[in-house]
């Protein structure tokens, strides 16, 4: 059983059966998978992306900076995380959400000795806004956090469960990992299950990467109990 994981939520998985925004109903049933992980002992921060509201990259450009773009990818994050906590707590299940730019009236500060003590106490930590910095995306601040939070893992879950050496959507064929080295998933431009800024800090600090769907119901629980799903890139 893993002690302590960073869950990495991407915008369009939380936007659900929704073409864009949050799906309350998808956040309800998350809600339920987070407490059987919680019950059963492991502590979870949750990395929220933005990308059901804005993608920085995507909508630079004619007179908007990119830098103000990816501000507004942030505040894309911050309005998945508030979503998320709400249901969460609706739900019974103790959750802050930290902010990491300044918004003191909608949330706390994202400060790591209030992470580690919200997580210790047993609640569940939402980040909003990535790591705060521009020309980022939220999958290299899951890395970033899980490693300032001492994460035994990171676990991002996508559409298909794993790495394949090819599209599993369009080749029969695809093979998948059940494990891959960071340098093969790194190297390899087949791969593209995170970016590779962040696949590269989580190879120089060696933190586990587990490739895996978010369904079906109970898969997060069993990934946290240590069960072999999707593919761990070590
Ligand atoms: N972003 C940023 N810094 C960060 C995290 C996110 O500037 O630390 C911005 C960036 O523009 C990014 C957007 O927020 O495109 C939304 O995040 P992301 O694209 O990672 O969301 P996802 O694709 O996971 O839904």
Redesign the pocket.
Known sequence: MYKRILL?L???QLSGKHESGFDPELGNWLANEIKQATENGTQIVIMV????Y?????IAGHGIKRVT??????L??MMNALALTDVFEAQQVRTRCLS?IFAEQVAEPFVHRLAEKHLQNGRVVIVA?????????????AVSLALELNCDAVIKTTKVDGVFDKDPETNDDAKKFDTLDFQHAVENPQIKVMDKAAMGLAMEQEMPVIICTLEPDGNIAKVAAGANIGTKIS
């Open positions: 990495k991407s915008g369009e992306g933005g990308g059901n804005v993608r920085g990259a995507q773009a990816d501000h507004m990818g942030m894309g994050t990491s806004g990535g790591i705060g910095r521009p020309y980022l995306t939220t999958d290299t601040a």
